[in-house]
């Protein structure tokens, strides 16, 4: 791959969150949608652990695009990759991604304990809302005038099993 001077542009004068964030790795592309808005905090605190107070960030950016090509995989110059290894402490988002459902996001990174743990509760709290928000859509579907949102994940459940089960019954 050669060293575009749109990659070089991006370097210097970034347009977006990706191109700013990007020699973290795999950060989000899209500034929109659900999984930006949970992926944001975690991006932003890895910027701050990972880049030292002295380096500026377009020459993390230079290092990336010139030791690893703006890879994840790809190393174009040992030397320079690891020194940006280094001065990043080895903070590096390699994936994220929804599995089974829209709202079963997986994240991997690796960085100290503080950024994993963030990592997890992303994971959790976008899996509880995003599974919240599919009970109680598929809930309303049988009972628009459910009044009772508060209620707990496993309650919701229990309820759309119940609703389900009484459907089942009519029609036999």
Same mark, same amino acid.
């Given at each position: ?45 890895? *910027? /701050? @652990?990972? +880049?030292?107070? =002295? ?13 690893? !090509? ?24 390699? *994936? /994220? @991604?929804? +599995?089974?459902? =829209? ?13 994993? !743990? ?46 389900? !089960? ?7």
């Amino acid at each position: 791959m050669s060293i575009t001077l749109n990659k070089l542009r991006a370097v210097f004068f970034p347009k977006s969150f990706h191109e700013k964030y990007g020699y973290l790795g795999a950060v989000p592309w899209r500034e929109d949608g659900r999984i930006f808005k949970a992926m944001e905090p975690l991006v932003i605190f890895m *910027d /701050y @652990k990972a +880049k030292p107070k =002295w380096c500026p960030r377009w020459f993390l950016r230079l290092l990336h695009l010139v030791g690893s !090509d703006n890879s994840i995989v790809r190393v174009r110059n040992m030397k320079l990759h690891n020194f940006h290894r280094k001065l990043t402490k080895g903070i590096m988002m390699y *994936d /994220y @991604k929804t +599995k089974w459902e =829209w709202y079963d996001l997986r994240i991997s990174v690796s960085g100290n304990k503080q950024i994993c !743990d963030l990592a997890d509760d992303i994971q959790d709290m976008y899996y509880k809302r995003g599974q919240r928000e599919d009970l109680l859509e598929k809930i309303y579907k049988y009972n628009p005038a459910f009044d009772k949102p508060y209620w707990t994940n496993k309650e919701l459940a229990k309820y759309l099993d119940d609703l389900i !089960d009484k459907k089942e019954e009519n029609e036999n």
